[in-house]
């Protein structure tokens, strides 16, 4: 069987296994009858639930399931239950959620008065808080603030066919033109294609014109040309029905005309972030077509001000002009642009290495070094890795030891009855219900010391992926917490002929902790399962070449052999790209034909005349880019925790191998 945390969390979990937790968290009677008002719950049979909550004498039990009872669809808890429950409950889980289920709980004989006290600290976060709250502002005398409010929903909210029709019956009157306009808009931007076509009507010609076209263009439909022809001259611009055409074009591979379109781009986008998604692509498509300057304007010209996007945008512009312009001193200025707007260190990272690498590029060693330093100060990083590389001996990778709680510290995690609800589902075989809680605990402190204490006890409650989470919050708060958020178990050992291991330890944890962060029972919407989340077709064919029986049910159930078929798989790639990590990366998550055909247009990573560190950021999928660097990174991290100094080659090595 796969041995967990083999590497302790040694700071935080040597602190809680020596802290006072009793043994047995519930009585007898109390653990029996909290187990069978567990099982009501996953059958959905709510009255047995609090029948049997009703019979738990241990107050923390019965609050888990109100908090479970009033956080679900459908809650027969009351608005006032549910407000009371918050109220004393500031800190528990999906707060947002509580307060969703509160406004769904609210009726016609909810006063008031009620509803205006709770609005008074809050905003509504739902459809159906928003029409109570707007009519209670009626009723109250407020006419001019409840119309704002009432319009506000109508314009961002989502209703069923009859609600909808019952509040505007009610409240048209209240509305304007251009509310109704500024619904549809929203409504396509959002592709709900169904609540639009009940909007049509109560638009202008032109408008519904526009909704049409867009929609046409959306789904793919014949004759876009008649629909964009039906649009009124002076709504030809309009920022959906634009972008829709952009699309359009993109999807059909008119890139050139596509291309057209923003070069021109109407004044406000509307999606911003989704005009970016179109403009991305095509630039890096250009980029691919030999077509550099068209793949610089498109990425320096994204018109956005802020956000992740924005960053992307200044990036991709600064890495095209410094590798494929020769523009230095412009690229220089759109990585200092993309350094100054983020905040991850994995961004600050990526921004302080280009930095390092335009100034070597200008000789100028004294800022090189200067922006080299900033990325490394990021060790847990890809580009703070590779910038410690560029740094030269003496600068190895610096990881840093996760915090030691004091016993005051201590005392307080383990007094919160967070910490005690946790245990107690994990006594009760519920850690499958904890995620949330883990979540909230981990934000009643915004400090490491107590987030290296949440991040233990997730790992003792057998929920690794949840340690993971809390640990990668931390680090992008600004501390790392190395210890907790990279754990690891012993894969079966797996060797060729000559007793060599086909694929080196902390390669199997790294590739193990991006796709699944350590949960066995991991499914993803494509159909991967467990650890090394393996296609049942390529789990398949790994049990065939090791003369494995197959059995899709063990890829989820045993850890041992999800990471046998796994190493065996990673080991045939590796094998099938000569070794190299990074097209064997590539070929784990997007196949090994595409791989094959970026190796012929961008060439072999392993050659000294390609950077491999380009070579990567060319790899047109976002999603592939991001997984090669994340477990290039992590690698380093596990030969650090695994303190294997025969296979503590560099990154930079790493890439070229």
Not at 7 to 17: E, G, K, N, P, Y
Not at 106 to 134: C, E, N
Not at 541 to 564: F, Q, W
Request: charged content about 25%; some cysteine; aromatic content about 8%.
């Amino acid at each position: 069987m796969a041995r967990y945390g083999i590497i302790a969390c040694i700071a935080a979990a040597a602190v809680l296994t020596a802290a006072p937790v009793a043994a047995g968290l519930l009585t007898a009677e109390d653990s029996r009858l909290s187990k069978f008002a567990f099982q009501a719950a996953g059958a959905d049979r709510w009255s047995e639930v609090r029948r049997l909550a009703g019979r738990i004498k241990d107050p923390l039990t019965v609050k888990i399931f109100r908090w479970l009872d009033s956080s679900r669809r459908g809650t027969e808890a009351s608005f006032e239950e549910i407000a009371a429950f918050m109220a004393k409950n500031p800190d528990w889980p999906r707060q947002s959620l509580l307060q969703r289920r509160a406004e769904e709980a609210m009726t016609a004989k909810t006063p008031h008065s009620a509803i205006l006290a709770w609005f008074r600290a809050r905003q509504p976060v739902s459809t159906d808080g928003g029409v109570r709250y707007g009519a209670s502002l009626l009723a109250s005398g407020d006419r001019e603030k409840a119309r704002r409010v009432l319009r506000d929903v109508w314009i961002n909210g989502n209703f069923g066919k009859r609600q909808e029709k019952n509040f505007y019956r009610r409240y048209r009157k209240l509305l304007t033109r251009e509310d109704h306009i500024a619904r549809l808009d929203r409504l396509l931007w959002d592709g709900r294609d169904w609540p639009v076509r009940r909007m049509l009507w109560k638009v202008n010609p032109g408008y519904r014109a526009v909704a049409v076209a867009r929609l046409f263009l959306r789904q793919g439909r014949g004759n876009v040309d008649s629909a964009i022809a039906a649009v009124p001259e002076r709504l030809k611009n309009d920022p959906g029905l634009v972008y829709e055409r952009l699309r359009w074009r993109r999807r059909k591979g008119r890139d050139l005309s596509a291309r057209q379109l923003l070069d021109e781009p109407p004044e406000e986008l509307g999606r911003p972030a989704a005009w970016w998604v179109e403009r991305d692509f095509l630039a890096r498509r250009a980029l691919q077509r030999g077509h550099v300057s068209a793949a610089y304007r498109l990425a320096k010209n994204h018109s956005l001000v802020a956000g992740a996007g924005f960053a992307e945008a200044e990036w991709l512009a600064g890495w095209i002009a410094l590798r494929f312009l020769g523009d230095i001193k412009t690229a220089k200025d759109h990585f200092l642009t993309m350094f100054e707007a983020v905040r991850y260190p994995v961004s600050r990272a990526r921004g302080a290495y280009w930095l390092a690498r335009a100034a070597k590029a200008m000789n100028d060693a004294k800022n090189a070094d200067k922006w080299y330093r900033v990325a490394a100060s990021f060790p847990t990083a890809y580009y703070g890795q590779l910038a410690a590389s560029w740094l030269g001996p003496g600068h190895g990778l610096v990881f840093p030891s996760d915090p030691i709680s004091n016993s005051a510290q201590v005392e307080a995690f383990e007094s919160h009855e967070l910490t005690r609800g946790i245990r107690i589902m994990g006594d009760l075989d519920q850690k499958n219900r904890i995620d949330p809680f883990v979540r909230a605990l981990s934000a009643v402190r915004k400090v490491p010391d107590w987030r290296s204490l949440t991040a233990a006890l997730a790992r003792m409650q057998g929920r690794p992926d949840l340690a993971i989470k809390v640990a990668k919050t931390s680090t992008r708060d600004g501390r790392d917490l190395v210890e907790t958020g990279y754990p690891a178990l012993i894969p079966p050992p797996l060797a060729d002929r000559s007793g060599k291991p086909l694929v080196e330890v902390p390669l199997v944890l790294a590739t193990i902790r991006q796709e699944s962060a350590f949960n066995p029972l991991a499914r993803s919407s494509k159909g991967a399962r467990g650890l090394m989340q393996l296609m049942p077709r390529t789990a398949h064919r790994a049990a065939g070449k090791l003369k494995l029986p197959y059995s899709p049910r063990r890829l989820t159930t045993d850890p041992d052999y999800n990471m046998t078929l796994g190493q065996s798989h990673l080991a045939y790639l590796i094998e099938l790209f000569d070794g190299s990590y990074i097209m064997a990366l590539a070929a784990y998550n997007a196949g090994p034909s595409k791989v094959r055909k970026w190796r012929r247009r961008n060439g072999d990573p392993r050659d000294h005349a390609v950077d491999a560190i380009d070579w990567i950021e060319l790899i047109p999928i976002d999603e592939t880019r991001n997984y090669i660097q994340r477990v290039m990174e992590s690698l380093q991290i596990y030969r650090h925790r695994l303190a294997d100094t025969q296979m503590a080659l560099s990154l930079e090595n790493d890439l070229r191998r």
